[in-house]
């Protein structure tokens, strides 16, 4: 046995028998199949490696590793696509929500509640045959509950706001290892922090929402061929911001490998990918989209009306596991002269695969909710989001950094902050006090410094020391 495995066995073993005996799930050590299952996510940039991984089986098991977490000083975490965590947690306890994954639908009050392992794809297939749809995003393979943590940027944001405003309440596991629901009237200040504040505050094991009388959209993806259309991206700003609430849409920027299983007509081209969802009468659909053909070539149309089951094929996101980095910024308002800039960035060639994208918001975005949460920059127009692809576990390449940094210096006039949803890899402090306004940041780190003084769970956003709000 090496000095290094007869370390961590001496370490988990004890961690692992005192566990066990608390959770009915199963517990993964180290080089287990279960505990690499466990700690693997989408996110490939910097995997957790805790001391021990909990297969929660009930939510009794999420509080009984909270409790032995609190009761030995370890961090504890929680996950279950591992599409966004920053800095990977070294040592502690990590439970693997996976299996929680109930979904419940209310169809006279029109809510569904679910479990903390819930995708967004398994509440639109548990809502579909009420004619109910849920304010998931455009990657159903998500998790519900660390989406709406973050605010919630959906297909159907503009028309009805973040997923974060329609939360009712959450069943949560604090650092001390209490579960507790938490709403509006039983804990004003922590309810308002859970919904778009982060995973600062509790290990979620269950949430209530409201859903939405929407069955199909119109959408799908336009491919234009922007090689040389350098005013696609500015024709595209100006037709979105004559749309109607109904229909949210996005664009992205990139270059196509000439490379086998790319469409041919978009290899070794500059694409822009507009893609959008209306969620209004599907037949006025066509007519909305129509000046979006006179941007550039058309290469490929995947506009269709399709039910809300397969709103997944909207934006088309990959949900395989990479590893990627991202700024994510939100703006006031898109010049035509940073657009042309973008462009520009997006088809020079570099040793490794980026992609730019923007998403339009306000809408209902923009107004406040009926019961107010903690998302910031509400008043943001667009969002901006670099992302840079790399190998599993490598350090980010500075290339690569100067990339994202010079995407969002375009824009660095109208920036009005950062996005919690939309930044990946990696966060600091300063670039978490961005995400929010000076005040919200202060009650955020307030209510924190409450539910976790000793600061034991790890997020991937995590909040600056209460001297570090200013």
Do not use: C
Not at 89 to 114: K, Y
Not at 411 to 417: C, K, Q
Not at 427 to 450: G, I, K, T
């Amino acid at each position: 046995m090496s000095e290094t495995t007869r370390e961590t066995t001496e370490k988990t073993d004890p961690l692992n028998a005192l566990l066990r005996e608390g959770v009915r799930g199963a517990v993964h050590a180290p080089g287990s199949r279960g505990h690499e299952r466990g700690r693997t996510g989408m996110q490939q940039v910097d995997r957790h490696a805790p001391d021990a991984v909990v297969e929660a089986a009930e939510t009794e098991d999420v509080r009984a590793a909270v409790a032995v977490a609190a009761r030995l000083g370890l961090p504890v975490a929680a996950q279950r696509t591992g599409h966004g965590h920053g800095t990977g947690m070294r040592g502690g306890i990590l439970v693997d929500t996976r299996r929680l994954d109930g979904v419940g639908v209310d169809p006279e009050r029109r809510t569904a509640r679910v479990g903390a392992g819930a995708t967004w794809q398994d509440v639109i297939d548990a809502a579909a045959p009420h004619g109910l749809a849920p304010l998931s995003g455009s990657a159903p393979g998500v998790g519900a509950v660390s989406y709406t943590l973050g605010g919630g940027l959906g297909l159907m944001g503009r028309r009805y706001g973040y997923a974060a405003d329609h939360v009712r309440n959450l069943d949560l596991v604090t650092a001390d290892g209490d579960h507790r629901r938490v709403d509006a009237r039983s804990d004003p200040e922590l309810f308002w922090a859970l919904r778009g504040g982060g995973g600062s505050f509790g290990l979620v094991t269950g949430m209530e929402f409201g859903l939405f009388p929407v069955e199909h959209l119109y959408g799908g993806s336009l491919y234009l061929d922007a090689t040389d259309s350098p005013q696609a991206l500015d024709g595209w700003r100006r037709w979105a911001e004559q749309t109607p609430e109904e229909l949210t849409s996005g664009v992205s920027a990139l270059v196509f490998p000439d490379m086998e299983g790319v469409p041919g007509p978009m290899r070794g081209r500059l694409v822009v990918q507009v893609s959008l969802a209306w969620s209004g009468p599907v037949e006025r659909g066509p007519d909305l989209v129509e000046p979006l053909y006179s941007l550039a070539p058309v290469l490929m149309d995947t506009l269709r009306e399709l039910p809300y089951t397969e709103s997944g094929a909207v934006f088309d996101d990959h949900d395989d596991p990479a590893a990627f980095r991202g700024e994510g910024i939100l703006v006031d308002a898109l010049e035509p002269g940073a657009l042309t800039g973008l462009l520009r960035l997006a088809a020079a060639e570099r040793p490794f695969m980026s992609v730019v994208w923007l998403r339009h918001l306000g809408g209902a975005m923009a107004r406040p909710p009926e019961v107010p949460g903690a998302v910031g920059h509400r008043n943001a127009a667009f969002a901006l989001s670099a992302l840079t692809f790399t190998e599993p576990g490598s350090p980010d390449d500075a290339a690569a950094a100067a990339l994202r940094a010079e995407v969002a210096g375009l824009f660095a006039d109208r920036t009005l902050g950062r996005s919690a949803n939309l930044s990946f890899g990696a966060v600091d402090a300063d670039e978490v006090r961005a995400m929010f306004a000076p005040e919200d940041l202060r009650r955020l780190v307030e209510v924190r410094e409450r539910v976790d003084p000793h600061r034991r769970l790890h997020t991937n956003r995590p909040l600056p020391s209460p001297e570090r709000t200013g």
